[in-house]
Nanobody
Framework: QVQLVESGGGLVQAGWSLRLSCSAS????????MGWYRQAPGKQRELVAG???????NYADFVKGRFTISRDNAKNTVYLQMNSLKPEDTSTYYC?????????????WGQGTQVTVSS
């Protein structure tokens, strides 16, 4: 069973930075793509950033130029560096991993880490 464990959330002031980490229970080579999503109370979960096994990056428009996603295959970890944080970035951030096995798409989620940005 795949386990994803997020860490690095917290309470910061606007303009500050945080780095989120997502550690997988096994090798992340198995995943076609890994990413970060966020969900604020009363809102739908939305994609923040993704990275494929080949290193292709994808960012939501609202984080372009501020957030950077990266992966360390040796550590089985994906990171989200968040700079110039804004109060509207306040949300629970979830790590996501997807793999295709025998033609079936499987998705995995972490438990989430809270990010709160004060103005």
């Amino acid at each position: 069973q795949v386990q994803l464990v997020e860490s690095g959330g917290g309470l910061v002031q606007a303009g500050w930075s945080l780095r989120l980490s997502c550690s997988a229970s096994g090798s992340i080579f198995r995943f076609n793509v890994m990413g970060w999503y966020r969900q604020a109370p009363g809102k739908q979960r939305e994609l923040v950033a993704g990275i494929t096994s080949g290193g292709r990056l994808n960012y939501a428009d609202f984080v372009k130029g501020r957030f950077t996603i990266s992966r360390d295959n040796a550590k089985n970890t994906v990171y989200l560096q968040m700079n110039s944080l804004k109060p509207e970035d306040t949300s629970t951030y979830y790590c996501n991993a997807e793999e295709t096995t025998l033609g079936l798409l499987r998705k995995y989620w972490g438990q989430g880490t809270q990010v709160t940005v004060s103005s």
